[in-house]
């Protein structure tokens, strides 16, 4: 009794796996990878070792890898270009993909602090030009040098500096 109980368990428990995966399937076909990859790790936590859901999970992370790889090269020509928001949305979007994409996230972090740095220089501008020195120079020296915009940064704290010596001198 319990072999005939075991054996009708693996074949409903194989049925199960097979209607959850023609839906998986079906997504792939579409070339809908990234939905496809979040349904085969719900089927592959429940039976890791079923071959047609490795084996799709194998070539959905190839198709993801090759989407996020065009996805940073064109976010990278991008940024050169100078559009570093487009450059932003397609670098996210290919982290959405691959959470993991070391050059894609550097990339990311190098815009945001080039953003960032743009912003400080103008604020550091408006406090010269108000006549708060010591504030611009602070918010100056809080900008990285590797950041683009370090060369108006340094010609700014330049002049900053020589107006904080005059200051002080008199």
């Known amino acids: 009794k319990y072999a005939a109980f075991q054996k009708d368990a693996e074949k409903h428990f194989k049925a199960e796996l097979e209607k959850r995966f023609a839906p998986i399937e079906a997504e792939i076909k579409k070339k809908n990878y990234r939905g496809a990859q979040d349904r085969l790790s719900g089927l592959l936590a429940l039976a890791p070792d079923y071959a047609p859901a490795r084996s799709a999970a194998k070539r959905v992370a190839t198709e993801n890898a090759k989407a996020a790889q065009t996805l940073y090269t064109k976010a990278a020509a991008l940024a050169k270009k100078g559009d570093a928001e487009k450059a932003r949305v ?81």
Request: glycine share 2%; no cysteine; hydrophobic share 40%.
């Open 90 to 170: 397609l670098l996210k979007d290919a982290l959405d993909i691959q959470p993991r994409y070391t050059e894609a996230a550097a990339l990311l972090r190098s815009l945001d602090a080039s953003r960032d740095a743009t912003k400080n220089v103008a604020k550091a501008q408006e406090e010269y030009r108000a006549g708060n020195f010591v504030v611009a120079y602070r918010i100056l020296r809080g900008i990285p040098r590797s950041s683009r915009a370090s060369t108006k940064a340094k010609a700014l704290l330049t002049e900053v500096r020589a107006r904080l010596v005059e200051h002080i001198s008199d």
